[in-house]
């Protein structure tokens, strides 16, 4: 990874084309065809690579490309003219913000950490009366709590209560097996979309459990353990 999607200026591409490896063509409307902050969670691969082997090189990738990510991350929101696209561009936001945490104690990651979570939550009041993702509140939650076990943003439990509830407000009950205790992925003007996601869900457990666990006192999660 670090030899084959490193592009020019700092940048990593998006996505390769196989077997050849090259670079689709970027496409700056679709932030998954192209580069941005949201592209430091895949790197925190390589920091576990780091603990686990003790090979500075893989630390010193990720911390290359934290620094470009924090340097760039303001220009992500809204990244768009379309309110319902930048929805869509909360959830790698968060990426951002959840691939800080293995450095968080450090100022300038704490700094972005802060600064991107306040911007984040402003975006979401925007939007939310048009369109809401099950998926974004989950992570947004799970990064507050994370963040008030890191002691860098104290977590507001009136604001998390109020986002754990419209979360699990997103919990589908069915009959039907294959959708009952899913999360529906989105609901757009009041109105739910028709399927339930299984990454929504996974997000969605894990951040009412880790909720949970923060109301009961329990010890911090360690970060590590984010789906």
Request: glycine share 6%.
């Amino acid at each position: 990874m670090i030899a084959d999607f490193a592009g020019v200026n700092s940048d990593y591409h998006p996505v390769l084309g196989l077997p050849e490896k090259q670079p689709l063509q970027y496409d700056r409307a679709r932030w998954s065809r192209s580069p941005g902050c949201y592209q430091l969670k895949f790197s925190v691969a390589w920091w576990e690579l780091f603990e686990i082997t003790g090979d500075v090189e893989f630390r010193e990738a990720y911390k290359r490309l934290a620094e470009e990510a924090i340097k760039s991350f303001r220009f992500f929101l809204p990244g768009h003219t379309d309110p319902l696209k930048v929805v869509d561009r909360l959830h790698p936001f968060l990426y951002f913000l959840e691939a800080l945490l293995p450095c968080i104690s450090d100022p300038a990651y704490a700094a972005a950490f802060c600064e991107g979570l306040f911007h984040l939550t402003a975006k979401l009041g925007e939007t939310a009366t048009r369109f809401e993702r099950s998926d974004v509140y989950a992570q947004l939650l799970r990064i507050r709590i994370y963040g008030d076990w890191a002691q860098i943003v104290p977590l507001d439990p009136e604001v998390a209560e109020h986002e754990a509830a419209t979360l699990a407000s997103f919990q589908a009950t069915s009959p039907d097996p294959r959708i009952d205790g899913g999360f529906y992925f989105g609901r757009r003007e009041g109105t739910f979309l028709p399927y339930v996601n299984p990454v929504s869900t996974a997000f969605g457990a894990q951040a009412l459990r880790l909720w949970q666990q923060h109301r009961t006192g329990g010890a911090p999660a360690d970060w590590r353990l984010l789906i």
